[in-house]
């Protein structure tokens, strides 16, 4: 298989991978209708204490991070045209936010992983000191930042869409679903979010594995008349 038809198929796979696994990993929160931000210790404990879906879901998250990281550097490279300082600046937001949201991940769902498997007597003396994870103690606060993530990808998005690689109500559902994730930590609004986001990269993924999708603005128009199946562009993806 030819190294450009590995990139290319890559590249489809992170776009529908990406959104499904951060799907995956809010819907498996154990209170996932309570919309309730964390603000306390009980909260926090009353989330991951004795529930490992909690823990694996979030492991989905983190190991979600390199393929956000695919996506976003090969929409960087497919971005050459109107929509390329948008397609650059936000590629590098969007690294540096999923850099953060590894962090976030590594630092707190798997340490809260190893503190769940302490003895019962012993984890509720820990319990007080649980106090500088809700409060982002120390170093913490480097977590502030994952916003960068959703924002460089909404850059991205709009560049996209200036080069007519999406639709602008694919464009809609991946900026509204970026915005949701923009919460503190409601994992109904974020699911909602990653279900809009499905909505919107999964067809452009899903188009590239077809090869039905251009990879320049006047090869294949997105809104070509021909939308049989058996439509191939005259100059598809690698």
């Known amino acids: 298989m030819k190294i450009e038809t590995i990139k290319r198929n890559g590249f489809a796979v992170s776009l529908i991978a990406f959104p499904v696994m951060l799907l995956t990993g809010f819907l498996m929160h154990p209170d996932l209708l309570k919309l309730e931000a964390l603000q306390t210790v009980e909260q926090l404990v009353g989330r991951f204490h004795n529930k490992p879906i909690y823990h694996i879901g979030h492991l989905i998250v983190m190991f979600s991070v390199p393929v956000i990281m695919i996506a976003l550097m090969s929409i960087m490279n497919v971005l050459q045209g109107n929509g390329k300082r948008l397609g650059f600046w936000g590629g590098i937001t969007g690294l540096f936010g999923a850099f953060i949201l590894a962090v976030d991940k590594g630092a707190l769902c798997l340490v809260l992983s190893a503190f769940d498997t302490l003895p019962e007597n012993g984890f509720r003396e820990l319990i007080p000191f649980l106090s500088v994870i809700v409060n982002k103690a120390?170093?913490?606060?480097?977590?502030?930042?994952?916003?960068?993530?959703?924002?460089?990808?909404?850059?991205?998005?709009?560049?996209?869409?200036?080069?007519?690689?999406?639709?602008?109500?694919?464009?809609?559902?991946?900026?509204?679903?970026?915005?949701?994730?923009?919460?503190?930590?409601?994992?109904?609004?974020?699911?909602?979010?990653?279900?809009?986001?499905?909505?919107?990269?999964?067809?452009?993924?899903?188009?590239?594995?077809?090869?039905?999708?251009?990879?320049s603005s006047t090869a294949c128009p997105i809104n070509d008349t021909k939308r049989d199946k058996e439509f191939k562009c005259k100059q598809p993806c690698g």
């Open 138 to 215: 120390g170093l913490l606060w480097v977590v502030w930042l994952l916003p960068l993530l959703p924002a460089g990808a909404a850059l991205q998005a709009l560049g996209l869409l200036k080069e007519k690689f999406i639709s602008k109500w694919q464009t809609i559902c991946i900026i509204t679903g970026l915005l949701l994730l923009n919460n503190p930590d409601i994992e109904l609004i974020s699911s909602i979010g990653a279900l809009l986001m499905c909505a919107g990269y999964i067809p452009w993924g899903v188009k590239i594995l077809q090869g039905r999708m251009r990879c």
